[in-house]
């Protein structure tokens, strides 16, 4: 079953937060708790002027069609680490230990989502590109 149905992921914006982002390919735990990024503005503000992120939280942004979508961490305090995600699932890029004021980077290939966690979860996960990824409330 796809993370999110390409054509769905507008019905799941209602929901500030998921329970948990699971690795299904790895059997891991990535976040326990994610917040939508639910917004243009809560989009383009992301993680910016936070002073952390809360150990086991993630924030997901959806887009509307799948893209290849940049991550910039101007105004940021802390690294993290991005995971970006098309409708089925499947993670098709990734950025560990991006660290604060940098330019975006972007994923090889288009994503419908946008994870971002602390910096660590992914190599403490071992999650990959090819990795398949389930939402669960």
Known sequence: ??????????????LPIFKMIVNR??????????EIADSFIKK?????FRKSLKKNH????V????????IWTFGMRFPIDVVWIDSGGTVVG??????PWRPPKYPQKAAAMVLELNAGVLKK???TIGD???LSL
């Open 94 to 99: 990734i950025a560990k230990n991006f660290p």
């Open 25 to 34: 390919t790895r059997g891991t735990i990535l976040c326990k708790n994610v």
């Open 1 to 14: 079953e796809p993370l999110i149905r390409s054509h769905a992921a507008p019905l799941i914006l209602w």
């Open 58 to 61: 993630g924030l997901l942004m």
């Open 63 to 70: 887009f509307a069609r799948e893209a290849k979508e940049g």
């Open 44 to 48: 383009m503000r992301g993680l910016m």
């Open 125 to 127: 996960t071992k999650t």
């Open 132 to 134: 398949f990824l389930k």
